[in-house]
C-alpha cells in the first residue's frame, strides 16, 4: 500500500498537536496575567507626601478651626504642607491651584468658595498628573475631575433645621432666612434642604432670605435690614451658619426684642460661639458642621497618593445641640 506524502505530513503534524495539548496547562481568561514589565512602586508615608491646599479664607470661627486642623495634622504627620489662603476671592483661589501645579505637589486639597468656575483649572491639574480632593464645599465639575468629596451632607443640614424649627414653632412662623455665600454648596443645599421640609408645614412662611455672606458683621447688616422692613412680624430665623446667627442676635437685640425668646433662632455649624450663645438663652439649636477634617483628609490623600480606592464621598459624622446640653459640652469643644 502507497501513502502519500501529504498524507503522512498531515498524520505527523496531528500527532505533534496532539502531544503539545496534554502537555501544556490551559490558560484562564478569567485569571489576569501578571505584567512583566511593571515594577511594583513603594507606599509612600505621611514623610514623603507633599500637599498643597487652597482654602478660600477665614470668614467664620468654622473657617479658622478647618485651617488649624489641617496645618496642626499636618505637622503631627509629618506632612510638608504648601497651604494658600484666597481670602474669599474665587480668582485668587484658582491662581493658588496653579500655583501648587506649577511645584508639582502630590495632592491638592481644596475648599471651593462657590460651586461654579473650576473646570478649567481641575483640568490643568489633572492633565499635570495632580489629584485633587474637595474639602467641605463641592464644585460642579465633572466626577473625573477630582477624586474625593469629604465633607457633609448639607441638604440633610438644611432639612435639620427645618424640622427643628418646626417643633420651636409649633409649625407656625414668620421666618427670616440669611443665606450663606452666594453659589457656594453649603449655601445651595442649605437653602433646598430647609425649603424640602417645609412643604409640609403651610402656616411656615420665609418672608425674607437674603444674603450675609457666612460672616457676622453681614448677619447682623441683613438682619437689621429685615428688622425695619418687617418689625414684630418676624418669629424666626434661619441662619446658614452660626456666625450670621449671632451677628443677627445683635441686631434682635437693639431692636429691642429677645433673641430666643421673642425671635427664635436656628443655625448650623454648632461653634463655640453657638454653645455660649445657646447657654445665655439666645440661640435655639444649632445643627453641627464639623470642621476639623485634617485628620480625615490627610489620611484620604495618603491612599490617593498611594492608589488605593476611594470612596467619591467620605461623609462627616454630626449632631444638633440645644441649650439644655450646651453648658455639659462647651467645655468639650475644639472650636
Known amino acids: 500500500m502507497k501513502i502519500s506524502r501529504s498524507f503522512l505530513f498531515f498524520a505527523v503534524f496531528t500527532v505533534i498537536l496532539g502531544y503539545l495539548g496534554c502537555t501544556q496547562q490551559p490558560v484562564s481568561l478569567s485569571t489576569p496575567q501578571p505584567d512583566l514589565n511593571s515594577e511594583t512602586k513603594p507606599q509612600k508615608t505621611y514623610e514623603d507626601l507633599i500637599v498643597g491646599f487652597a482654602q478660600l479664607g477665614a470668614e467664620s470661627e468654622w473657617r479658622v478651626a478647618n485651617t488649624v486642623s489641617i496645618k496642626e495634622t499636618a505637622e503631627q504627620l509629618g506632612v510638608e504642607l504648601r497651604f494658600l489662603d484666597a481670602q474669599q476671592k474665587q480668582d485668587n483661589q484658582i491662581e493658588a491651584v496653579r500655583k501648587l501645579i506649577i511645584q508639582k505637589v502630590d495632592i491638592i486639597g481644596i475648599s471651593p468658595i462657590v460651586e461654579t468656575g473650576w473646570e478649567e483649572v481641575f483640568q490643568e491639574a489633572k492633565d ?26 448639607f441638604l440633610e443640614e438644611g432639612r435639620k433645621s427645618a424640622r427643628i424649627m418646626a417643633e420651636l414653632v409649633n409649625g407656625k412662623a414668620n421666618i427670616v432666612e440669611l443665606v450663606g455665600t452666594i453659589d457656594s454648596a453649603p449655601a445651595n443645599d442649605r437653602y433646598i434642604g ?15 432670605s437674603q444674603s450675609g455672606d457666612f460672616t ?69 439649636a444649632t445643627v453641627e458642621c464639623n ?39 462647651l467645655p468639650t469643644r475644639k472650636y
Open 216 to 284: 457676622r458683621a453681614r448677619g447682623k447688616e441683613v438682619m437689621a435690614v429685615f428688622l425695619r422692613n418687617y418689625g414684630n412680624k418676624i418669629t424666626a430665623v434661619y441662619a446658614h451658619n452660626d456666625d450670621m446667627a449671632l451677628g443677627a442676635i445683635e441686631a434682635i437685640e437693639e431692636y429691642g426684642l429677645n433673641p430666643g425668646v421673642d425671635i427664635k433662632i436656628v443655625s448650623v455649624d454648632a461653634a463655640r460661639g453657638a454653645f455660649e450663645a445657646m447657654i445665655a438663652g439666645k440661640l435655639n
Open 128 to 153: 499635570a498628573g495632580i489629584p485633587i480632593i474637595l474639602v467641605d464645599r463641592r464644585a460642579t465639575v465633572p466626577e473625573d475631575l477630582y477624586i474625593s468629596y469629604l465633607g457633609s451632607d
Open 291 to 329: 470642621p476639623l477634617l485634617g485628620p480625615q483628609f490627610f489620611e484620604l490623600a495618603l491612599k490617593v497618593v498611594n492608589g488605593l480606592p476611594t470612596p467619591k464621598w467620605v461623609p462627616s459624622i454630626e449632631g444638633i445641640f440645644f441649650p439644655e446640653d450646651a453648658s455639659k459640652i
Open 194 to 208: 430647609f425649603r424640602e421640609v417645609l412643604k409640609d408645614y403651610p402656616e411656615m412662611q420665609i418672608i425674607d
